[in-house]
């Protein structure tokens, strides 16, 4: 995952150094989380690719290029690992209580976006949440307030 992370930031973004631990590092440890939920189902609805760009757009205020640049790359990367560990451990090391919750309840709205929660995309969010270690109540609390938001905005 490094090698091709620092060749993307290198050719893409025009780093001179890239180093993982960079904000578009952190953006392809989160979108690569986001892609898992969306697949968790075993299907990638449209709504869910609306909702995952929404939410990547929402959060690092990128441009529509490198939202898909950065998502063609975190699907690759997804992929390829074997578990989630690579990402979780860079949103350990790298992100804020807040922003973990914020992550957290991207991946609700992703797994909402299609009208219905998997219990294939739930026992994924439930795990991450585990391995990035938010605490039950915040998981439940960022579910009901993606949930809200969904019914929100489909009314």
Avoid at 22 to 32: D, E, I, Q, T, V
Avoid at 58 to 86: C, G, M, N, P, V
Avoid at 96 to 122: C, I, N, P, Q, T
Avoid at 123 to 146: C, D, S
């Amino acid at each position: 995952m490094l090698t091709k992370l620092k060749e993307f930031l290198a050719a893409r973004l025009g780093a001179d150094t890239p180093s993982v631990h960079s904000a578009h590092g952190r953006h392809l440890a989160a979108a690569a989380l986001l892609i898992e939920v969306a697949r968790a189902d075993y299907g990638f609805d449209p709504r869910e690719q609306l909702a995952l760009q929404e939410a990547l757009r929402r959060s690092f205020d990128l441009s529509h290029a490198e939202i898909e640049t950065l998502l063609a790359l975190a699907e690759a990367e997804a992929r390829e690992a074997t578990s989630s560990y690579a990402f979780t451990r860079l949103i350990n090391e790298e992100y804020s209580d807040e922003e973990k919750s914020d992550l957290l309840r991207a991946m609700w709205s992703v797994a909402f976006a299609d009208g219905a929660v998997d219990k294939y995309e739930e026992h994924l969010i439930r795990k991450i949440a585990g391995l990035i270690y938010v605490p039950h109540q915040e998981f439940i609390r960022t579910r009901l307030q993606a949930a809200a938001e969904f019914e929100q905005n489909r009314g």
